[in-house]
């Protein structure tokens, strides 16, 4: 083996994620959690949390198991009731003095594992700073799954992030 491959399968394996099985009375699901990221529970009152390690303005992207079954979200009237969802917004924004630079249309997609995910989202600079809120919704049988990420304007977090939630997989035990 080349040196150059071996450092390759070194670099590979130091991103790789390790998953984590989640499982409460409300419901089960596992992820695979970003070496860059830590998960935590119970901080702020939120049951499970992931944060970056990296950086002191840390993302994050919580995890809350909802027990609620069967859910099936309705897409085509969420994707004509994304204005409440902008009322709200910038309602939460004019009341913390942050702008909202723009807005992520809802949208519906399945993961990796088959599991639908809904999301929508928006980007707000406060304090100077620039930062990226996104909310996913996942359809799991047994619970429906709410995960919310924020983030500073840090794109490979936001990835990171993201492909956490591409590899979510519903358990079929409660």
């Not at 519906?108 to 989202?121: D, S, Y």
């Not at 429906?144 to 492909?163: C, G, M, Q, Y």
Request: charged letters at 30%; glycine letters at 4%; hydrophobic letters at 35%.
């Amino acid at each position: 083996m080349s040196l150059k491959i071996f450092f390759a399968i070194l670099a590979l394996s130091a991103q790789a994620a390790s998953a984590l099985t989640i499982k409460e009375q409300r419901g089960s699901v596992e992820i695979d959690v970003s070496k860059q990221w830590e998960y935590e529970q119970n901080i702020l009152g939120l049951p499970h949390i992931f944060l970056t390690k990296d950086t002191p303005e840390r993302s994050s992207l919580s995890l809350t198991l909802t027990g609620l079954e069967g859910v099936n979200l309705p897409v085509k009237e969420l994707q004509k009731n994304q204005s409440q969802y902008q009322e709200g917004r910038k309602a939460w924004a004019e009341k913390r003095e942050a702008t909202i630079e723009k807005f992520l249309p809802y949208s519906v997609t399945e993961n990796t594992n088959k599991v639908k995910i809904h999301t929508i989202g928006m980007e707000y600079t406060m304090n100077g700073k620039k930062y990226f809120e996104k909310s996913f919704y996942a359809e799991c049988p047994k619970s429906f799954v709410h995960l919310k990420l924020l983030s500073p304007d840090n794109t490979v977090r936001i990835k990171e992030a993201e492909e956490m939630v591409r590899g979510l997989k519903c358990l079929k035990e409660k």
